[in-house]
């Protein structure tokens, strides 16, 4: 990166974070993921190729972007939904809620991951083989072994 862009990088983070980051807070009502927007908006500034007419031209060209941002964010939640963990773990109080779950976290990587892609961040078998980079016939056997294991595992658990 030459210095110029270096230095109108700074100069517009300066000028425009806490703008672009109220902006995030309010459309994405999380602060991480406005963090992350607000970063995906520099990052994009930083690849944009263009000139600016003036400051004013280079703010309303951040804002919009970081509008787009946040709108993919909230279009990949609605199409994921997720649960995080501290939920997960409030949610499952049971004596069996909990032995699942401690099983569930027993389980290799390979089937852990494709059970939380799948359940808890609502990917589909499509999705889940291009995260993977694995075939969707694989997630597919996958997850019915991974369903086997882990039934097995807690079953087995139950019976001691």
């Not at 995260?131 to 996958?142: D, M, P």
Request: proline content about 1%.
């Amino acid at each position: 990166m030459d210095e110029k862009r270096d230095h109108d990088l700074e100069q517009a983070f300066s000028r425009y974070y806490q703008m672009l980051y109220k902006i995030s807070v309010i459309m994405l009502c999380n602060e991480h993921d406005a963090y992350d927007a607000v970063q995906e908006t520099f990052v994009r500034f930083l690849e944009f190729k263009g000139e600016f007419q003036d400051d004013e031209h280079e703010k309303a060209w951040l804002i919009r972007v970081n509008i787009n941002v946040c709108k993919n964010f909230l279009r990949f939640h609605k199409l994921h939904p997720m649960e995080n963990y501290e939920d997960l773990t409030l949610k499952y109080h049971t004596e069996e809620e909990v032995g699942l779950m401690d099983e569930l976290f027993q389980l290799s990587e390979k089937y852990k991951e494709v059970l939380i892609l799948h359940y808890i961040e609502g990917y589909t078998n499509a999705e889940i083989a291009d995260i993977l980079q694995i075939s969707e016939s694989a997630v597919k056997k996958r997850l019915e072994r991974a369903r086997i294991e882990l039934r097995n595992r807690y079953n087995g658990k139950k019976k001691e």
